[in-house]
């Protein structure tokens, strides 16, 4: 089981808007440690997506926004793209474990 | 641009040994803090260990420890994992990824490769 909740998967069509949760605890999310997202498309390597709980690296479009409040946080995507099917995952720190920690990852389909 | 690439997985019996390599290229390998996760089948990621930049500290997931052992050469800008004892939980796909920081808490892992397959299996 992984440290941080989140949904198997979410699905929607193009040109919509998606979000994927990520719940955790009070050892971490809820501690304050900044929330990351990463994107795993099909036979490519894991992709920084957001960091620091909302930034964007370069190059990343706008399309994609993240958000924290309590122990959960929040990555939308907006205008969803045929491209954009693939595997999201949420980090964090967690302190009780004394380890950096991932959700379960979800599934996003674009239909 | 960055570049990690993964070798050295593959079959391996349960008891026995296995070394991952990662090279690294498109930037100064020395100045960053490098870390190992894997992702068994079905399951989300699981971060297992990482080194300091100039590799006199080392971290390590609890259900590892003990049997991994990283390490790194900075001079061939390489990374290396030092997997004994093989048990079959520990199969997955093994990910070498640079971290964006100092090695804190806070900090993202900002560059993966692709990954190396570990099958633990007699």
């Known amino acids: 089981q992984s440290v941080l909740t989140q949904p198997p998967s979410v699905s929607g069509a193009p040109g919509q808007r998606v979000t994927i949760s990520c719940t955790g605890t009070s050892t971490n999310i809820g501690t304050g440690y900044d929330v990351h997202w990463y994107q795993h498309l099909p036979g490519a390597a894991p992709k920084l997506l957001i960091h620091?709980?909302?930034n964007r690296p370069s190059g990343v479009p706008d399309r994609f926004s993240a958000s924290k409040a309590g122990i959960s946080a929040s990555l939308a995507i907006t205008g969803l793209q045929a491209e954009d099917e693939g595997d999201y995952y949420c980090?964090?720190?967690?302190?009780?474990?004394?380890?950096?920690?991932f959700g379960g990852g979800t599934r996003l389909t674009v239909l | 641009q960055v570049q990690l690439v993964e070798s050295g997985g593959g079959l391996g019996k349960p008891g026995g040994s296995l070394r991952l390599s990662c090279a690294a290229s498109g930037f100064t390998f020395s100045d960053y803090y490098m870390n190992w996760i894997r992702q068994a089948p079905g399951q989300g990621l699981e971060w297992i260990s990482n080194?300091?930049?100039?590799?006199?500290?080392?971290t390590y997931a609890d259900s590892v420890r003990g049997r991994f052992t990283i390490s790194r050469d900075n001079a061939k800008s390489s990374l290396f994992l030092d997997i004994n004892n093989l048990r079959a939980d520990d199969t997955a796909v093994y990910y070498c990824?640079?971290?964006?920081?100092?090695?804190?808490?806070?900090?993202?892992?900002?560059?993966w490769g692709r990954g190396t397959v570990v099958t633990v299996s007699s």
């Open positions: 980090q964090s720190y967690d302190t009780g474990l004394r380890t950096w920690v």
């Open positions: 620091d709980t909302t």
């Open positions: 990824a640079r971290m964006n920081g100092a090695g804190d808490t806070y900090d993202a892992f900002d560059f």
């Open positions: 080194i300091r930049n100039d590799g006199t500290t080392t």
